[in-house]
């Protein structure tokens, strides 16, 4: 069921948000970590899927590739269409005329947005007379490709890719080519597929399914974003922690194991924060920080707003930002977020509060899809439309208000159906929560000041619930909503 958003209303006063899941006596939940594989990973937010096709039958391949890598989809079209006389073979047309001149150089119609975020280029084509058509030779010599990976592609009754892809190779000399392949009209998506793992390009992983078994007590597994990061799938979140008692509860997670961190603007914790990580023996790369920017004034001056977290945090860059729900101005603040992670500023962007109607509306306006959504989601609320729906996206669901949230948190945690379940596991209500939030592909973010506390939610790795339990915790769902967002 689609989730009709309550938007904006700049004169709320902050303290209506308890964005973040405060448990126990009431923290927050932020986010997830992990140190990222490389600097510049290979994923979905970056692979291009760009194709000339006049029958549809290109077109097709195209789009199975697309759907495997999840990349993105650039129709070439030429600035004069061809006509079907054009196309015919032998006929001294427009095509024939074309491909027996090397310096024919065909219009193209409009153009990439933003190539340089590309690192990956599937180029496809149909073969004419044994060769790539001329609009290609346009396309290549349009762009910069230094540093890309290209991968051609093309459709062909009989003829064999063949030196159609080699003769292109000079037009684009500083990127690196991969062999291509042939496909024939009517090629299967699981053809493509079978060809696309054969070229062991690193993709994100599915964003639903978490390997749970790799986790330990003090080690949370990590899910890999779409952006190529990896964050781990249970973090600290620190709504409600100020000054002192802010630092200690960081340093206590991160002695337990945590490492994830998840702040925000509105908290005004960040300095804090970063001071905490800082004095810690926990090297930077290990640590995942995400922190939101909030509408309104920074909305509408999202390059400050950037800079005053990167210095208030002053930990050298910030894995990810989110923000904070929707509002006026959102998507020239995500479009700032974008030159920050170009920037090297930012590695991964997301949202809070983002449902399915606004999650439609938002992401045909920007370039990059976001990483995560962060809602609230506990038994009680399950969002068992939301979460299917985002991850379907290839965006990884994290919730906020994990145990229910203020003024709740003891009805859930106490409730007869988890406290049998936890009975059973000799673990505690909470620690059932945590776990069903994590087997059904929900990141948990838990927040607290308790060391005991901290300890606790990232020890959820020696037991496993049954699917009779999972449906249990699953029949609880009232779809009762705690906060306004």
Known sequence: MKKKFMFFIATLCSLAFALSACDRAGDNGGTQLVPPQNDSPTAVSNMLVAYFSCTGTTKGVAEHIEAKTGGTLYEIVPEIPYTEADLAYYTGGRADKEQADSSARPAISGSVENMEKYKVVFLGYPIWHGQAPKIIYTFLESYDFSGKTIIPFCTSGSSGIGSSATNLHSLAASATWLDGRRFPSGT????????????????????????????????????????????????????????????????????????????????????????????????????FVITKIYPGEQYSHPEEAIQESLDKLNIGYIDMMLLHHPGANDVKAYKAMEKAVADGKIRSLGLSNWYIEEIDDFISQVDIRPALVQNEIHPYYQEQAVVPYMHNLGIVVQAWYPFGGRGHTGELLS?????????????????????????????????SSN??????????????????????????????KHDWY
């Open 415 to 447: 409730d007869e159906t988890i406290v049998k379940i936890a009975e059973a596991h000799n673990v505690t209500a909470a620690q059932v929560i945590l776990r069903w939030h994590l087997q059904r592909g929900v990141v948990a973010i838990p927040g």
């Open 451 to 480: 060391p005991a506390h901290i300890l606790e939610n990232i020890s959820v790795f020696g037991f496993s619930l049954s699917s009779e339990e999972m449906n249990e915790i699953a029949a609880l769902d009232r779809d009762e």
């Open 188 to 287: 299967s998506q699981s053809a493509v597929d079978e060809w696309v793992d054969s070229l062991g390009l690193k993709f994100t992983s599915d964003v639903s399914v978490f390997d749970l078994n790799s986790g330990e007590n003090g080690h949370a597994p990590t899910v890999t974003l779409n952006s190529g990061y990896e964050m781990p799938i249970l973090g600290l979140g620190t709504y409600s922690l100020t000054g002192e008692t802010c630092k200690a509860s960081v340093k206590a997670a991160l002695e337990s194991g945590v490492r994830l961190i998840d702040t925000a603007h509105m908290y005004g914790n960040e300095r804090e924060i970063g001071e905490a990580i800082r004095e810690s023996n926990v090297p930077r790369e290990e640590i």
